[in-house]
C-alpha cells in the first residue's frame, strides 16, 4: 500500500519552501493546469508515501484544531537538533503543543497554512 496525504492550499510556493528547507523533504515532482489545479509531491524517494500540495482558483476551507498535525520521526537527538536550529535561523517560532505527550518529547511549529507539524525522535 502507498500513502498519499493531499492538501488544498493558496501558498504553494511557500509550502514547497517549508516543507523542503524546514522539514527537508525532496520536490519529487508536480504537475500544472490539470483542471485548473497545480500541484506538488513532497517526500523521499523510493518511499511508500509522500505529501500532495494543490492550488487552484478555489480557496480551500479548512477546519483543523490544536491536535491535528503532521509528525516526523527523525533518527537522532543531533537530528532533532539541527530541526531545531533551521527552525530558529528562520525566524519561525515554536509552539507549545497541546498534547502533553508533545510538550516532552517534540518540537512543534505551523506551516504557512497553520497545520501544525511536530518533530520527534522515535522512542
Known sequence: MEFRYARHTT???RIEQFYIQI?????????????????????????????????SDEKPDHTFDEDDALVFYVKSEDELLKIRERILNTNIGLETPKNPYWVKNGIMISDPD?????FSVRP
Open 11 to 13: 501558498e504553494l510556493s
Open 23 to 55: 522539514v527537508g523533504l525532496v520536490n519529487l515532482g508536480g504537475f500544472r493546469e490539470h483542471e485548473n489545479y497545480d500541484g506538488l509531491f513532497l517526500g523521499f524517494p523510493g518511499k511508500d508515501w509522500h505529501l500532495e500540495f494543490t492550488v
Open 114 to 118: 497553520g497545520f501544525k507539524v511536530i
